[in-house]
Structure formats: C-alpha cells, structure tokens
C-alpha cells in the first residue's frame, strides 16, 4: 500500500469517527443529565456519608439499636452512588489521535 493510499485510508477513518461523535451529540438531552463536575462533587460527598456509615457499622454492628439504620443509610448512600452515576452523560469515544505521516527521504 502506498503511503498516500495510507493516508487516505486513515482520513476516511477519521471522518467516519467524527460522524460518530456527531451523531452522539445530537442525541445528547443536556436536561437528563448533570455536569461531570457536579457528579464528581456528589460523590465526594456520598462517599464520605457511606464511608461513615461502614465505619459506624464495623465497630458498633452487634448493636441492635444502631445496626439496621447504619445499613440504611449504607445502603442508601450506594443507591444515591447508582443514581448520580446513571445521570452522567454518555461518554462518546474518545477522538483518535491523528499522528502526521513520517515524511519522506529520498532514498540516496
């Protein structure tokens, strides 16, 4: 294969994966979703609440009183987790890195 069939091979991938990309977008409903930002945020803060709990639970388990709503609230934290992980915006492939063609030498 020639180096400018090469080339031409790799410019048609490549526009076949910003149709792609396009494509996602258009289907993409900014009022579903939230910012990564503000789930990354989220789940600080639910990691934390379920980090407490689990600890809570560890050491004071055998406690009757305190066992059933440390796992209620252990478990809640991890669906609270699913929901804003659900409320992410599809992550679309990432974009190929296009490298230049190595130029050509003349041969001596």
């Known amino acids: 294969m020639s180096s400018l069939e090469n080339i031409y091979k790799k410019m ?7 149709d792609a ?8 409903d900014s009022t579903q979703y939230v910012s990564p930002a503000v ?15 689990d600890r809570l639970l560890f050491k004071h388990g055998e406690n009757p009183a305190l066992e059933p ?10 669906r609270a987790a699913i929901i804003v992980h659900d409320a992410l915006p599809p992550n679309p ?3 190929v890195r296009q490298n230049p063609p190595p130029s050509q030498q003349p041969t001596t």
């Not at 709503?69 to 991890?78: N, P, R, T, V």
Request: hydrophobic share 50%; aromatic share 4%.
């Open 12 to 18: 048609a991938e490549a526009a076949a994966g910003a």
């Open 21 to 28: 990309l396009h494509e996602t977008n258009q289907k993409f």
């Open 69 to 78: 709503h440390l796992k209620l609230i252990s478990e809640a934290a991890k």
């Open 93 to 95: 492939s990432p974009a």
């Open 39 to 53: 789930a990354h945020e989220l789940n600080n803060i639910i990691a934390i609440i379920r980090g407490y709990a």
